[in-house]
C-alpha cells in the first residue's frame, strides 16, 4: 500500500453503535490529521497529531475521541453518534515543515441511522 | 481570524478551453502559504498547486496557474486546454507561515467539463 489508507470506506452504524476509523500513512510523515467533510461546508479540521501528540482540538464533542499509537496510524473512535454527525471523515498527513502539502486518503463515508 | 471564500459554487467550461476559479482570503499576516487541491469524484483529495506570500512570482504546474494578487488578497486558479479528467470539486486553503498546523479552507468550487 502506498500513500495514505483509510478503513472501512464506507460505514453505517446507530447512534448507540460504537465504531473505530483507522487511518495509516506509508510516507514516513509525522504529522496526521482528522477532518470532517460536510455537503457545501469548508473542510473542518477535528485533531492534529505531530510525532504522535495531539497539538490540536478544534472543539470536537467528546462522542468523537482520536488515538495515535505510532506516526503511521491513527484512530478516531466513535460512540454514541447523532444524525448530524454523518459526513465524509478524511485522514491526511504531512512531513511537517512550514508550507508542506497534506496527502489525503480517500476517506470513510458515515451515515448515522 | 482568518477566512477563505470561494464565491463560484460551480463553474463549467468546454473541453480544451479556459477557466478560473476564484478565491479570497482574510488575513492579517504577511507571510503565508496558499494551495489549490483537487477532489475528483470519490477519489482523493490532491494539490495542484501552492504560493508562497513572499514570493511575488505567480505560481505554475504545467496547464494550472495561480493569479495571485497579495494586496487585494485575491489567489485564483487558472486551467488551461481543460480536460474531462479536470472535473471535480476544487478547494482553496490558506495557511500561516507560523506554527499552526492548521488549513483554513474554502467551501468549494465544483468544476463541470462540458465535451
Known amino acids: 500500500e502506498t500513500g495514505v489508507t483509510q478503513t472501512p470506506r464506507h460505514l453505517v452504524m446507530g447512534m448507540t453503535n460504537k465504531k473505530s476509523l483507522k487511518c495509516e500513512q506509508h510516507?514516513?510523515?509525522?504529522?496526521m490529521y482528522w477532518y470532517k467533510q460536510s455537503a457545501k461546508k469548508p473542510l473542518e479540521l477535528m485533531f492534529v497529531?505531530?510525532?504522535?501528540?495531539?497539538?490540536e482540538n478544534n472543539s470536537v464533542p467528546s462522542r468523537f475521541s482520536p488515538e495515535c499509537p505510532n506516526s503511521s496510524h491513527l484512530f478516531l473512535h466513535l460512540h454514541t453518534l447523532q444524525p448530524e454527525d454523518s459526513a465524509l471523515y478524511l485522514c491526511?498527513?504531512?512531513?511537517?515543515?512550514?508550507?508542506?502539502?497534506?496527502?489525503f486518503g480517500p476517506g470513510t463515508r458515515l451515515t448515522v441511522t | 481570524a482568518q477566512t477563505v471564500t470561494q464565491s463560484q459554487p460551480e463553474m463549467s467550461v468546454q473541453e480544451a478551453e479556459t477557466v478560473t476559479l476564484s478565491c479570497t482570503y482574510d488575513t492579517s499576516e504577511s507571510d503565508y502559504y496558499l494551495f489549490w487541491y483537487k477532489q475528483p469524484p470519490s477519489r482523493q483529495m490532491i494539490l495542484v498547486i501552492r504560493?508562497?506570500?513572499?514570493k511575488q512570482q505567480n505560481a505554475t504546474e504545467n496547464r494550472f496557474s495561480v493569479n495571485f494578487q497579495k494586496a487585494a488578497k485575491s489567489f485564483s486558479l487558472k486551467i488551461s486546454d481543460s480536460q474531462l479528467g479536470d472535473a471535480a470539486m476544487y478547494f482553496c486553503?490558506?495557511?500561516?507561515?507560523?506554527?499552526?498546523?492548521?488549513?483554513?479552507w474554502g467551501a468549494g468550487t465544483k468544476l463541470i467539463i462540458k465535451p
Open positions: 497529531y505531530n510525532f504522535k501528540e495531539q497539538t
Open positions: 486553503a490558506y495557511r500561516s507561515a507560523g506554527s499552526n498546523y492548521q488549513l483554513i
Open positions: 510516507l514516513g510523515h509525522n504529522a
Open positions: 504560493q508562497e506570500a513572499y
Open positions: 491526511a498527513s504531512s512531513q511537517e515543515r512550514i508550507g508542506d502539502e497534506q496527502y
